[in-house]
């Protein structure tokens, strides 16, 4: 792609993930933000939509290359959402052009025994993506201040000395999910955060489908049901969770999320925005290594 056409698309993908990008807490509402948005696209533009989902996807395969090669930055994406918000749908899309070889998903279930011996971000820690690759968490350090803050029992369950658990222990969290963001901001992760934000509405039509549906009743649990009576509740988790934690090297992309089609081009857009800053290029080739090139070539014409 020729630098200039190249910068016109930039620009105009930084202009369509906008609205949904959030790099301050300051007045955040999440009632200011519509799951049902569709950016003023009808659904007649899903052709549409889907070539632009295309071409991001392209792109990424092309970046993804380019921080291989340059083995400096790493990417990190988190994913967050209520249940059938259609994370595990986003991620199949949007990362299915790239080498599998540079990426690495992991989804954070309830932790195990071993996992509750240490401190909350330990396991987090250990999945972290190396230089050159893509870190695709699926959930994350974030459940413990939503599903954890929603279920105080599983709070119980976290062995923590009864002193340190208090009535901050929220904003204590948070505050050190944003510092231990800026501590891997500073050490080259890129980060990028997604809240795919479903109506209940639209998540009652989901779990109806599945239940519809054979091929999609493993998909299906009694217990996410039960969930949607704490709706309010995790809402509420999740305005101060951003609140807190948003920022311009950790922003937020609160992404509607009623419309699948839509969510995951604004998706793929705030990637190749968080990947573009980086200014990913192919390492360039010193001289020694030139006359390394032609030395071995003229030996392998030779043969
Ligand atoms: P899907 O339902 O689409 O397969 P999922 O991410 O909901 O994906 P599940 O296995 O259904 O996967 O659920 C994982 C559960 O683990 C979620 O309910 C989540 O809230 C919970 N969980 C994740 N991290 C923690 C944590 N640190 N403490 C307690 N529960 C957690
Ligand atoms: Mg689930």
């Known amino acids: 792609m020729k630098t200039k056409g ?11 993930v906008a609205p949904y990008r959030v790099t301050s807490g300051k007045g955040f509402r999440l009632k200011d933000f519509d799951p049902g948005d569709t950016g003023g696209l009808k659904s007649e533009a899903k052709p549409e939509a889907a070539e632009w989902l295309a071409r991001g996807v392209q792109w990424l395969a092309e970046e993804q290359e380019k921080l291989y090669a340059q083995d400096r930055w790493a990417v990190l994406l988190v994913f967050q959402a209520m249940d059938a918000a259609g994370k595990d749908s986003t991620i199949k899309h949007v990362m299915s052009g790239v080498n599998p070889q540079g990426v690495d998903v992991h989804a954070f279930k309830q932790p195990s025994a071993e996992e509750l011996d240490h401190d909350y971000l330990w396991r987090a820690l250990r999945r972290l993506p190396e230089r050159g690759r893509i870190g695709i968490f ?3 350090y974030y459940e413990e201040v939503l599903v954890v803050r929603v279920h105080r029992e599983i709070l119980e369950r976290q062995k923590l000395p009864p002193r340190l658990v208090g009535k901050r222990i929220w904003k204590e ?4 999910i944003a510092n231990f963001e800026r501590y891997l901001a500073r050490n080259g992760v890129a ?20 239940l519809d549906e054979p091929a ?4 299906f649990s009694a217990a996410d049901v ?5 709706w309010d509740a995790y809402m509420a988790a999740y305005e101060d969770a951003i609140r807190a934690t948003a920022t311009k090297e950790a922003p937020w992309y609160v992404v509607p999320a009623d419309a699948k ?11 190749v925005e968080t990947m573009e800053k980086l200014d990913l290029a192919y390492p360039e080739v010193d001289a020694a290594k030139k006359k390394e090139l032609a030395a071995a070539r003229a030996r392998l014409v030779r043969e």
Do not use: C, G, P, Y
């Open 226 to 230: 039960a969930e949607r009576a704490h």
């Open 261 to 271: 089609w839509f969510t995951r081009v604004v998706v793929a857009a705030a990637i």
């Open 216 to 219: 999609k009743h493993w998909k």
């Open 138 to 140: 699926n959930r994350s």
């Open 173 to 176: 969290r948070l505050e050190d």
């Open 6 to 16: 190249r910068r016109e698309i930039l620009e105009r993908v930084r202009e369509f």
């Open 191 to 210: 980060i990028a955060k997604f809240f795919l934000n479903v109506s209940k509405k639209e998540q009652k039509k989901r779990f109806l489908e599945r």
